[in-house]
């Protein structure tokens, strides 16, 4: 199944945390020089990890190297988790792509977000000058609206945010028990998290190719409508969106039609024949 020569495991320093990694695998499709070689990079959703979902399996599909990590206080990954701390995950990019860039001489030319890695990936895009490299940048379930993160808080825990003022959020990671600690200011960063930079700090060249289900109850599929409509209006960078009827907020079950998904988009930029408009795929359903 997999096209990758080499894997290997790195520990990226994080220049701004002293004795915390950032765990990552790297793959090489074939061995050589690296200087000036293309990568993507695969970034997680909030509660996932590096091998999450369809993270490894399109990193074992893609036809240039790819590097995926563990994002601060996730799985394999020091430090600590906080619901609101978008703008450490943007610190933890910089880190990843200083490191990719210096030690290999990388130069980054994909990136695949899901949810949470997909807003903090487009922040990353919006305020770095590395990201001018970047010719394509898939959002897969990413959120617009970061108020609407308010209606997925159950009631009790609503009410534990103002009787003490937090509550503990529960789950497996990587088939290990997590618990994270949401406080009322982590819930006010988080909701005041602004996306709209999109409309006027994207890299106007690079290629963006929405993914969204639209039996998504996490993250409402018409954020993929703003999304379409501010990268829509770029050029000479085009924007896809593709909605499956199937699919939930994790494409669960769908993993496979991911992959081939984003490979047939990425094609067709390679060969340059993409056009700004909807997307239909002849893998499993059309719109």
Known sequence: MSTSFETTTLFIPHPQESGVSIVG??????????IGRKIALILHGSLGHKDYLFQKR??????????????????????????????????????????????YGYVVDLIVGHS?????????????????????????????????????????????????????MKGVVARKEFVGKVTVDDVQEFVTFDCSFVWDQFPPST?????????????????????????????????????????????TGMSDFVVETVLEWWKALEHGQLKTGIWNTGVRSKL
């Not at 695998?25 to 690296?34: A, C, S």
């Open 25 to 34: 695998v790297l793959e090489q499709v074939q061995p050589g020089e690296t």
């Open 58 to 103: 399109l990193a074992y599909r893609l036809p240039i190297d790819s590097f995926r990590f563990d994002f601060r206080g996730n799985h394999e990954t020091a430090g600590e988790w906080r619901m609101g701390a978008l703008a450490n995950d943007v610190a933890d990019i910089d880190a990843v792509v200083a490191y990719l860039m210096k030690e």
């Open 116 to 168: 949470r890695g997909a807003i903090s990936g487009i922040r990353w895009m919006c305020t770095s000058e590395e990201s001018k490299t970047v010719r394509g940048f898939v959002n897969v379930s990413g959120r617009y609206r970061m108020e609407k993160i308010l209606d997925n808080i159950p009631s009790r825990f609503k009410q534990l945010l103002e009787s003490q003022g937090y509550y503990l």
């Open 207 to 251: 290629h963006v190719f929405s993914l969204h289900g639209l039996k998504d109850h996490i993250v409402p599929p018409y954020d993929a409508i703003i999304y379409a409509r501010a990268f829509g209006a770029r050029s000479p960078g085009t924007h896809n969106l593709c909605y499956s009827e199937d699919a939930d907020h994790n494409f």
